[in-house]
């Protein structure tokens, strides 16, 4: 069936954007209205005339709005096939009459979820008989039609106004977007009750032990800005968020300027985001990124030290790179980063001197954050692969100074330990294997990708070199820094770079076969080295 015309419409919408302009023009073309609850007393607030949905189905609403639309005489309406000879008679035997378009949008679930409700309200708001609905309506599109956003709601006008009701195409399309809403919606449910509720509910945190990982993976994302192209031109790509987002991030973030946000620029902005959180709460803190890894971090007094800082770790990658900061910009420091060639820059605010200096800039991409996320949060991070998907739960963990086990012969001063935990933070963050000198809050040199760790060793110190000599200084700055493995170090191979480079200690996961060889190497050279019995592998 092609065109259908709409005779009698079933309104019933939590979010109420426009319902009663949309009755009161339903209502002008001759359609008859019905309607339920908060909506029908909108409509009649309105003036017009509208059915309960109680004087069709002869019976209240009742248990608290629980039951009131899962009814024959409701579902008869939306299912009834109207060239179907059986179908019809029911319908006349039964006293059910066609209902030819449903207006409907669910309870606010996400919403509930993610204002902090208590889990009770959490649970009430979960739709029963509006899911119902929608899937009655969606299944027979040959002849009803379903909207299910208000955004919709000019095209229906359109539609009846230029042909006397609904196109089968235009049906099609909603019955679509209305069969995505509802397993969106049945997904964040799910979602919900597998991971966020057992986070916060005891009995939930028992069960998620038990079984970290659903037999059924839910997911709810929403397609947000389509991106000019992939990783390079030939790809496509866009972004999607989750329906409930736990921790805002780059998605969420403020653009105040600059062009649109790249498939690389998204990736690299998160990485920033994700490392420069680690410092969260901290003193002032700058991360300068690049193909997704660090190039300089610096914690420092103030914001435009700790960017003169990390930019002078490794001044040529900088150049192009994304740079994420743990505190609200200040002008000073925007005017300075502007003096080189900046991507994307990342923060928790900005004063206005910062946004003026920036709007100088006018192709730099300044996204502002409501808050760093915080690193030790729960939370899955997914993979794709051929045939599949790898899931893990993120690495949150956190090492501290009372976790570190000193294996040497010599004790590591407090400075040096303190150089040891941000090399540490630093070298989460690097893609494996990963080595990071770092002195005094600054990173001193950085490798990363490498085959073997011994070449990633070898790389970090030639920026240390590079930026000693860019910089004019007397020595590089891995002379008496502190050195870190993301993983462990399997042979003493991996001391010598560190002696080589002048590091006075070494900071690793510890649990190579070979240990005793790599401790006794550092305790020959008379330098400290600790354990964290933890690996921070970055594939």
């Given at each position: ?5 709409i005779r009698r419409a079933l309104l019933s919408v ?372 051929a045939g599949g998907l790898l899931v893990q739960s ?140 933890m690996r921070h592998f970055r594939h």
């Amino acid at each position: 069936m092609s065109t259908v015309a709409i005779r009698r419409a079933l309104l019933s919408v939590s979010d109420k954007s426009g319902i009663v302009e949309l009755a009161s023009a339903l209502a002008a073309r001759g359609v008859e209205l019905v309607s339920t609850g908060g909506t029908a007393k909108a409509i009649r607030e309105a003036g017009l005339a509208v059915k309960d949905i109680s004087e069709l189905t002869g019976f209240p609403e009742m248990m608290d709005g629980r039951v009131k639309t899962l009814h024959p005489v409701v579902h008869g309406g939306l299912l009834a096939v109207r060239d179907d000879a059986a179908h019809l008679a029911s319908m006349q035997e039964h006293g059910i009459g066609a209902i030819d378009l449903l207006v409907i949008n669910l309870y606010p679930f996400e919403a509930t979820v993610a204002k902090g409700a208590r889990r009770d309200d959490v649970v009430e708001n979960i739709d029963i008989g509006g899911p119902a609905m929608v899937r009655s309506s969606a299944k027979n599109h040959a002849f009803v039609t379903v909207l299910t956003d208000p955004a919709d709601y000019a095209e229906l006008l359109a539609q009846i106004d230029a042909d006397g009701g609904t196109s089968l195409a235009f049906r099609i399309r909603m019955a679509a977007k209305a069969y995505a809403l509802t397993a969106a919606y049945d997904a964040a449910i799910a979602g919900w009750f597998a991971f966020a509720d057992a986070y916060t509910n005891p009995l939930g945190a028992e069960a998620l032990k038990a079984e970290p990982f659903p037999p059924t993976l839910p997911m709810a994302f929403a397609r947000g800005d389509v991106l000019r192209y992939g990783e390079n031109p030939h790809q496509t790509a866009a972004v999607y968020v989750p329906r409930m987002v736990a921790t805002p991030g780059v998605p969420q973030a403020r653009q105040v300027q600059g062009k649109e946000l790249s498939y690389n620029n998204l990736n690299d902005a998160d990485a920033a985001l994700e490392l420069i959180a680690e410092f969260k709460g901290g003193d002032p803190a700058v991360a300068i990124i690049k193909h997704a890894n660090p190039c300089g971090v610096a914690q420092a007094p103030t914001l435009l030290g700790a960017w003169e800082a990390a930019l002078a770790c490794d001044s040529v990658s900088a150049f192009g790179g994304i740079v994420a900061t743990n505190v609200a910009l200040d002008g000073p420091t925007a005017e300075a980063i502007c003096q080189i060639f900046t991507e994307v820059v990342i923060a928790p605010g900005a004063d206005d001197a910062a946004i003026a200096a920036f709007a100088a800039k006018k192709n730099l991409r300044l996204l502002l954050v409501d808050c760093l996320p915080d690193p030790a949060r729960p939370g899955l991070q997914l993979k794709t692969i051929a045939g599949g998907l790898l899931v893990q739960s993120r690495d949150a963990g956190i090492i501290g100074s009372d976790d570190l086990r000193v294996v040497t012969k010599r004790q590591p001063t407090a400075q040096e330990l303190a150089d040891c935990l941000f090399a540490w933070k630093v070298a989460k963050h690097v893609k494996s294997n990963a080595i990071v000198f770092a002195k005094d809050g600054t990173t001193a040199g950085i490798g990363a990708g490498q085959m073997n760790r011994r070449d990633s060793g070898r790389i970090a110190t030639i920026r240390a070199r590079e930026a000693a000599e860019t910089a004019g200084w007397d020595a590089p700055r891995t002379a008496g820094s502190a050195m870190a493995s993301d993983a462990f170090l399997p042979f003493a191979d991996g001391i010598d770079v560190a002696i080589e480079a002048g590091a006075s200690v070494v900071i690793q996961p510890g649990g190579a076969m070979r240990d005793d060889e790599v401790i006794a190497a550092a305790d020959a050279a008379g330098i400290a080295m600790v354990f964290t019995g933890m690996r921070h592998f970055r594939h």
